[in-house]
């Protein structure tokens, strides 16, 4: 534990002093009262580097651009590899584990080592992977690099441990599972087919045994060739040579025929007793046209022939439909005896499995399941139900349903909130789901004892919220809210300002704000709006109350045409910037004053029990100019306050009597207390408009088909100093109305005292200054192509200074400053507004893209009537502190170095039925302990983060007591003040991939780790810090990465994670019977060994492939067996494993018998020296 301590008697403070020399709050002197700051501040810190590790944890959502597919019949687990080199495998609830190659090669084709725990894996860089699933974290065991020829697909025997490897040049391998070696056994290509053939037969598509026999081997090859290869003759027992391409081949149970599937969406069936043509060939969905000739259909990617005691053979294939029917989705279709199904899929298919209920290839399949992986989804269809519903998923498949735009992870949540969210959530699901279980139910998960509530947020492009259940490295849906059904719809060809305003996605969220305790949540969306819920528990029959903000700057001097003569301008990589969205040639933009960007709903609505709107704040277009997306969002349940910020100012909203308290720009929010100068603009100047680059984060510099992933962050940087140049030229002047301090009429024309309006110019003019005058709103396509408002300008002096030397001329002076600020954070608190502040009170902490922080006080009735009754005062005091770069975060501490919590109110349900002898009344829960007027007196700790820096201040003083200066070659994305191990940090996470923490007050490094560099946009926006040493971000459009940065959560992670492998009794084969055995032939086995091992087959050659150990162990190497083999590994695992527990129990026995003896022969002493005795002596 270590203890500090500061002395902060006779300290000046590190205000700002204005132009004219004052202090610019507080006492004249500048120094605080003693009675406002202890002689002697002493803080323990608990928080040392030890308690801190980075780890991933699990990952949820569907695999992002998956590559294929495999299933365990035995272990009931199921594997999905992806393009980027991953593996998801796949269980039971709770069983769900990511695996990574190295390499990152995509993954082409997965085999499980059935009822084996192992899975082996073979990359698109030629390299076969041995996977131990035996453990909760699964490792390589080996490694297989082929240096000459490229893989096309493998195959395993059911208990074989020689695994058969096909090629692009049409050679089949054989490779040793225990080993991880090439067998001297090779199928070379022109030993398959006959002399007399002249062309190529193409790369292996399909290896198979024969379930009759399995020392043949079936070869397909891509050109139409199959081989049936004996593997004891080293010979082909016969070739068929076909016209059309082979795809995929399946053979029946009984090992005497097969089906192919082909190029020209056909079927064709093949009988070993004459192989010279097909006996049957079909086109499924191939119509005879009227010239007899059939019509031309897709190619079969894949078919499986799977048969069936009591009911006709299932023929399960995908594609195959004819050309001519354009637009039709991709389809599975399902053939029973003589009924054709045809099921739809709202994806490409890319690989599919029939399950069944036996393992053995030689006995009749019994198919129940088709397992249906898609491009962007996965399905299961019951095949057990004539109509082949599907099963209802338990994964968290569904988290891109819409693209992400943004994530909240909540830890530690109140405890009702999750049932209460599941059980509104629950009446809303689908119906018409299979009965039947889910069949992938494999592996075992328990809940681990150090458990909370965990709650995560996304939000998505079409303007829907989800709500998830985190709880225990789980993921699962609990409630899903629409935020578009507060607006109208536009009409089709409706030309009104939705259709010309806005595009494909207005309603994406980029913003969310959510106060568990209340259950109020506030959503932003990029049309420029706010949307504030209310949780109830009944359906309601009331309207949206709507309010409308204008909150817009404009420029102060008019640029004519001849000003645009050896003007610089920012060019975009693209050519073209993507915020440069005009409206209709033939609209003026006069029309376009003072409206919304979307039209809510004026009527009485119906809601239904969850959360129901209450109120809409909609920011409006002004003069022609768009509004500017929403920066920044805080809510105050306890005071009933909304606070939002852009570029171009704040806003304050009171909820609860529906009215705008405050709307300013922040240059007026300074008053008098501005720290810079900011002088007229030269008139040489970038034409760029004020709503073409407003604080709008990186990603807007690039046009979407520009936005690629980006390497490294250097190349982000570059980008924020062009940002602060175009910045630097702006000048604005606000709309709002206000009178000494306080906003009296927010939505009012006249100007700003002091801050005349320049008269407007010809049309021309108007445009060639402000530019196009569309809204810059288009598709959201994920959060990485979200317009995001990240920080992004470095405001040092020196790049201040480079920036400015580059757009602008000589004669201005280094001291002019960039106006065009943007509110970059805001938050509500208990504190001190001012330094003669003897006690906290409501305050809004904003926090500004020039590392500039106001603190404003509110004033705000304490009675209930009166709340909703008297205004409410907001009054800008002018206090300013300094930081380097943008403002990011707040956070506030007791002067014993605990967190302070904000004041909250305690949920109610507006809508239940009124109870006469309960009245409803707010209830107000204040955590903080400056609550208590004995503890208010001592103030407390203000700790500030900019993108660059890290300050803590001393209220109400506003000394600075610590400083830290977090990077100085990159920037911080995200910052977070959380809890850890019984104490408070502050993280961060930087763009150049580094996470960070910090201890408080003292702000000591604690943890710098370079983590994850920042390569793609979507990580910034959707990067979040919680509680408990936990945060998460959107790995990919699909998939939502965990990770914890807590020593305590990685050392407890082993107990956390599920166990893939189980140990399970491998089903006995069938008996045939004497009569079946004697007439339809047996399956014949045969030793492999003698066949491909050394002895027999001798020693690969070493340049073909090479060998790569793992790190799996050698408890993993023996797990992989195969064959008779792995029988034995499995009891040499299981003695393993057992021999703790038996040795502990010899120890326990030798305990038990040294005991006994003891106590034999004490009992024998007692014995000899009690029975002389009588029994009156005892």
């Known amino acids: 534990m270590k203890k500090f301590r500061k002395v902060l008697d006779g300290l000046t403070t590190s205000t700002p002093v204005n132009p004219g020399g004052s202090p610019v709050c507080g006492s004249a002197a500048g120094t605080p009262s003693a009675a406002h700051t202890p002689r002697d501040l002493e803080i323990h810190e608990t928080l040392m580097s030890e ?54 090669a995509a993954v082409l084709q997965l085999q499980f080592l059935i009822n084996e725990g192992a899975l082996v894996t073979a990359c698109a860089d030629d390299t076969l992977h041995l996977w131990n699933l035996r453990q909760r974290r699964p490792a390589i065991l080996h490694s297989l690099k082929f240096n000459r020829e490229r893989i096309t697909f493998c195959h395993l025997p059911f208990q074989s441990k020689w695994l058969y490897v096909g090629t692009e040049r049409g050679n089949t391998h054989i490779v040793n599972i225990e080993s991880f070696v090439l067998s001297g056994y090779v199928i070379m290509w022109n030993k398959a087919i006959e002399l007399s053939t002249k062309t190529h037969p193409g790369p292996v598509v399909h290896l198979s045994d024969s379930p009759k026999d399995e020392g043949k081997l079936l070869v397909g090859y891509e050109g139409g ?44 069936m093949w009988n070993l007793r004459n192989t010279a043509k097909p006996f049957q060939v079909t086109f499924p969905h191939g119509k005879t046209q009227r010239d007899g000739k059939k019509e031309s259909c897709k190619p079969i990617l894949k078919v499986e022939y799977k048969t069936s005691r009591n009911s006709d053979a299932f023929v399960v294939f995908s594609g195959g439909l004819s050309y001519d029917k354009a637009g039709r989705r991709p389809t599975l279709t399902i053939m029973h005896g003589k009924a054709i199904t045809v099921l739809e899929m709202d994806y490409p298919i890319v690989e599919f499995i029939v399950l069944c209920e036996t393992p053995y290839l030689n006995e009749v399949q019994e198919p129940y399941a088709v397992v249906v992986l898609l491009e962007k989804d996965f399905v299961v269809v019951d095949l057990t139900q004539s109509n082949f519903p599907i099963f209802e998923n338990p994964y968290p498949m569904d988290v891109h349903e819409s693209p992400v735009t943004c994530t909240a992870y909540f830890a530690d949540c109140p405890p009702d909130i999750i049932p209460v969210l599941y059980s509104i959530g629950a009446k809303h699901k689908k119906t018409g789901y299979s009965h ?98 209310r949780f109830s528990k009944n359906d309601a029959n009331t309207s949206i109350t709507s309010l409308e903000v204008r909150l817009q700057c404009e420029m102060e001097d008019v640029i004519s045409p001849s000003d645009t003569e050896n003007t610089p301008c920012f060019s975009d990589p693209s050519g073209h910037s993507p915020q440069l969205h005009s409206p209709r040639s033939n609209t003026p933009d006069s029309v376009r004053d003072s409206i919304p960007c979307l039209k809510v709903k004026d009527r009485m609505i119906r809601m239904p029990p969850g959360y129901q709107a209450e109120l809409v704040l909609q920011l409006l277009w002004v003069d022609g100019e768009p509004p500017q997306q929403i920066t920044s969002l805080d809510l105050n349940s306890a005071y009933g306050l909304l606070a939002l910020g852009n570029c171009n100012g704040l806003a304050v909203v009171d909820y ?50 520009k936005k690629r992933i980006r390497t490294s962050y250097q190349s982000l940087t570059e980008l924020s100093d062009n940002q602060v140049s175009l910045d630097l030229e702006r000048s604005k002047s606000p709309t709002s109305d206000h009178v000494n301090g306080h906003c009296t009429s927010p939505t009012s024309q006249p100007c700003a005292p002091g801050r005349a309006r320049v008269p407007g110019g010809p049309e021309g003019a108007r445009l060639a200054r402000r530019g196009p005058g569309r809204p810059p709103f288009r598709k ?130 507006q809508h239940a039925p009124e109870d006469p002898d309960r009245p409803r009344k707010r209830k107000l829960v204040n955590f903080s302990p400056s609550s208590s007027q004995e503890a208010s007196g001592d103030g407390h700790l203000a700790v ?98 965990r990770i914890t940065y807590s020593q305590e959560m990685c050392d407890n ?77 499995r009891a040499r695992i299981a003695l393993d494993e057992r021999g703790q527990r038996l040795g502990e129990l010899e120890d326990r026995t030798a305990l038990m018998m040294s005991s006994a003896d003891t106590f034999s022969k004490h009992a024998h002493e007692l014995m000899l020296k009690c029975k002389d005795k009588k029994w009156y002596q005892f």
């Open 944 to 1041: 500030v983060c900019s993108e660059r820096q890290a300050k803590v201040f001393f209220m109400p003083s506003q000394a600075c007591l610590y400083v830290h200066n977090i990077t100085e070659s990159s920037f911080v994305l995200r910052a977070d003040i959380v809890s850890v191990c019984n104490s408070v940090c502050l993280a961060c996470f930087c763009a150049n991939g580094h996470i960070m923490t910090l201890s408080l007050p003292s702000l000591r490094p604690l943890l710098d780790i370079s983590y994850l560099p920042l390569t793609d946009m979507r990580i910034a926006r959707t990067f979040c810090f919680t509680n408990g040493g936990q945060a998460l971000y959107l790995c990919s459009p699909t998939e939502i990465q």
């Open 51 to 104: 308690h801190f590790q980075i780890c991933k944890t699990v990952r949820h959502g569907f695999p992002y651009q998956p590559t294929a597919l495999a299933f365990d019949p035995v272990q009931k687990i199921l594997a999905i590899g992806c393009r980027s080199g991953g593996v998801r495998v796949l269980g039971g609830p709770g069983v769900d584990c990511h695996c990574q190659h190295e390499s990152g």
């Open 225 to 268: 060739t199959i081989v049936m290869w004996d593997l004891r003759a080293k010979r082909a027992d016969f070739r068929i040579y076909y016209d059309e391409a082979i795809h995929s081949v399946s053979w029946h149970h009984e090992g005497r025929q097969f089906m192919c599937s082909h190029s020209d969406g056909s079927l064709s």
């Open 436 to 533: 039947k279980d889910w069949p992938v139910s494999g592996g075992v998960w328990n809940v681990g004892s150090q458990t909370y509530p965990e709650i995560i947020i996304t939000g998505h492009a079409d303007g829907s919220i989800k709500f998830w259940d985190a709880t225990a490295i789980t993921l699962q849906m609990l409630y899903k809210l629409k935020t578009s059904k507060v607006f109208e719809k536009p009409k089709t060809g409706e030309m009104g300002r939705s259709a010309e305003l806005v595009e494909e996605d207005p309603y994406a969220v980029q913003m969310i704000t959510w106060c568990p305790q209340s259950r109020i949540f506030c959503v932003v969306g990029i049309s420029a709006h706010v949307i504030l819920y």
């Open 656 to 705: 609860l009597q529906k009215t705008v308290l405050l709307c300013m720009s922040t240059v007026e929010l300074y008053g008098s207390a501005d720290p810079f100068q900011r002088l007229t603009r030269s008139p040489r100047k970038n034409r760029q408009s004020t709503s073409d680059f407003c604080m709008r984060g990186l990603s807007n510099f690039y046009s979407d088909s």
């Open 1053 to 1129: 992670l082993q107990e956390m994670l599920g166990e893939l492998f189980t140990p399970i009794e491998t089903p006995e084969a069938q008996n045939r019977g004497f009569l079946k055995g004697f007439f339809g032939g047996n399956a014949q086995t045969f030793d492999r060994e003698e066949l491909f091992g050394e002895a027999a087959a001798g020693k690969a050659s070493r340049s073909l492939a090479q060998h790569i150990p793992g790190q799996g162990g050698m408890e993993g190497m023996k797990a992989a067996a195969g064959g008779v083999v792995g029988e034995l590994a």
């Open 780 to 909: 959201a396509q994920s959060a990485a192509c979200m317009e995001v408002s990240l920080p992004v300008s470095s405001l040092t002096e020196e790049s201040r200074e480079n920036s400015f030397s580059r757009s602008r001329s000589s004669s201005v002076s280094s001291i002019d400053r960039e106006t065009k600020e943007a509110v970059t954070t805001v938050q509500f608190a208990e504190s001190y507004g001012r330094k003669s502040d003897s006690l906290p009170t409501p305050c809004l902490w904003v926090g500004t893209s020039l590392g500039l922080v106001l603190i404003i006080p509110i004033s705000i009735p304490m009675d209930e009537q009166e709340r909703l009754e008297d205004p409410v005062t907001v009054a800008p005091t002018g206090t300013v502190l300094m930081l380097k770069g943008s403002v990011l975060r707040f956070g506030f501490l007791d002067c014993g170095g605990a967190l302070i919590q904000n004041p909250c109110e305690m949920w109610r349900d």
